[in-house]
């Protein structure tokens, strides 16, 4: 009878040590990945606050070089494909044409004394470069919680939890083949 009650006490720690194991692994899956989640929104944020400052900026250099209409047009495509975005992938590169678009828009103030010298430009401009930071640091933030909760999720013995509860690895924003490069600038008047 002894034996019996050992027998049972012993396969009841057992069970309670494992169910611990998958409880404390699930819960910090979990933890995890609404970690990744919250650093995706606070990029999606800072992407948001960005697409904001946009059509001012637009206006603005408006103002002084009407006949850019291209480059205009340009920068509202790529508005309005950055927040028709959705999912990583998809807002990465939008974000990445957007960037290049802004930076074709805002090489157009050197052409422009004046527009340089305009404090609203100036303002704008200068809100647009500390958004930009906030979006380099905000990539940065969830691309390390994605790695870490990749990790998590690859590991013995979470990973045979992970799997059973249906955690998937997440993806990094990352910038799309041929935006590292600087887009190419070219104000040479036509000779017509």
Do not use: C
């Not at 957007?98 to 305009?118: F, H, M, W």
């Not at 990094?172 to 040479?188: D, I, S």
Request: a negative charge; zero cysteines.
């Amino acid at each position: 009878m002894k034996r019996g009650v050992s027998v049972t006490v012993v396969i009841l720690v057992i069970i309670a040590i494992v169910a611990l194991i998958v409880f404390g692994s699930y819960n910090s899956l979990v933890s995890a990945d609404e970690d990744v989640n919250n650093k995706w929104s606070q990029i999606d944020n800072q992407l948001q606050r960005r697409a904001d400052l946009i059509p001012n900026l637009v206006e603005t250099v408006k103002g002084y070089a009407a006949h850019e209409k291209s480059v205009f047009a340009e920068v509202t495509k790529a508005r309005e494909k950055l927040i028709g975005a959705s999912g990583v992938a998809q807002k990465a590169e939008a974000s990445e044409e957007l960037s290049g678009a802004l930076s074709r828009l805002l090489a157009i103030a050197e052409n422009y004394p004046d527009l340089k010298a305009d404090a609203n430009f100036r303002q704008l401009q200068d809100e647009l470069a500390g958004t930009e930071n906030r979006i380099a640091v905000a990539r940065m933030d969830y691309n390390n919680a994605v790695q870490a909760y990749n990790s998590k999720i690859r590991k013995f013995p979470t990973v045979i939890i992970a799997n059973m509860f249906g955690f998937e690895k997440k993806p990094y924003f990352k910038a799309e083949e041929g935006t590292r490069q600087a887009p190419e600038v070219n104000f040479k008047e036509d000779d017509n």
